[in-house]
């Protein structure tokens, strides 16, 4: 296992290049990364602590900050310690500058803004908490997504990530013995998606679950006969309404939601 250290700098708060640095890093096996975040990097004096640290433990530096006279300080330091050092913007927003013919203000932060996808955003976050696990389901309607899905299929951390990309999106539990809400089958504007999962790895996971709340495994919940039932009942029913089904037994969140995100975009496609 080859172990080595990472500082992420940035001028605001980081999730930019932390991101990147994260989606590149799963590129390769067999690596053992130990992150050290630098967050609004704004004055030559958090580039000279930057640089002690650097000098004292190594590593490789990636960064994401727009003050030329700070990007020099950061590079020559890295320089004298014969330091990689990498600009994460530079090369896109170049390119970018080119092909549009002009320039781009060096604001730092400017992606966080709060402009109106912004507050987009956040009515999308508070919707998502607002009908979480069934609640409010008086105005579904009003929702983008709505996510069905058996206990444990991922329904509530994949809203509140739609929630983040700026889609209104509510859950809501398919449990044995209780009814669904009839405001569902009464929707027009929303995508109902239905999210299944394998029943092993679902029992799996029901399991840990049980353990960390400290209850009595002995029960249906994690009975493979009656989790088969469960899920094979939520497929009937979104076979019945011809809703699109996702199996999230190996996916993750991102992947599971990026999919949601194509059928929505091709959803509102057709209906424009």
């Known amino acids: ?10 001028d605001a708060t980081g999730e930019t290049v932390r991101h990147v640095a994260r989606a590149c890093l799963v590129q390769f096996e ?16 958090h580039i000279h602590n930057l640089i002690k640290a650097v000098k004292s433990i190594g590593g490789f530096v990636i960064y994401t900050l727009v003050n030329k006279e700070i990007c020099k300080v950061l590079e020559e330091g890295c320089a004298n310690l014969n330091i990689a050092c990498i600009s994460l913007l530079d090369p896109i927003t170049a390119a970018l500058g080119a092909v549009l013919g002009t320039g781009h203000g060096a604001q730092p932060g400017r992606q966080h803004v709060m402009d109106a996808e912004y507050f987009s955003r956040i009515e999308a976050m508070q919707f998502a908490l607002a009908h979480d696990d069934g609640q409010s389901a008086w105005d579904l309607e009003e929702a983008d997504v709505i996510l069905l899905g058996v206990s444990r299929t991922s329904k509530t951390p994949t809203s509140i990530y739609l929630a ?15 009814p669904i809400p009839e405001e569902l089958f009464e929707v ?12 092993k790895r679902l029992i799996e996971i029901r399991r840990q679950r049980l353990k960390l709340i400290d209850q009595d495994e002995n029960t249906d919940y994690v009975n493979l006969e009656m989790v088969s039932k469960e899920i094979n009942d939520a497929r009937r029913l979104y076979s019945k309404q011809n809703w699109p089904v996702i199996n999230v037994s190996r996916k993750s969140i991102e992947e599971t939601a990026a999919t ?10 057709i209906h424009d």
Do not use: Y
């Not at 296992?1 to 940035?10: E, P, R």
């Not at 983040?164 to 209780?178: D, E, F, M, Q």
């Not at 504007?189 to 029943?199: A, E, H, I, Q, S």
């Not at 949601?260 to 496609?269: A, C, M, N, P, S």
């Open 164 to 178: 983040n990309r700026g889609l209104k999106t509510a859950n809501i539990p398919i449990v044995p013995g209780c």
């Open 30 to 45: 067999n690596v053992e990364t130990e992150e050290h975040m630098w967050t609004m990097v704004r004055t030559e004096q």
């Open 1 to 10: 296992m080859q172990k080595f250290h990472l500082h992420l700098v940035s």
């Open 188 to 199: 027009e504007r929303p995508l109902v998606v239905g999210l299944t999962k394998d029943p």
């Open 260 to 269: 949601i995100i194509q059928l929505h975009t091709q959803r509102t496609e």
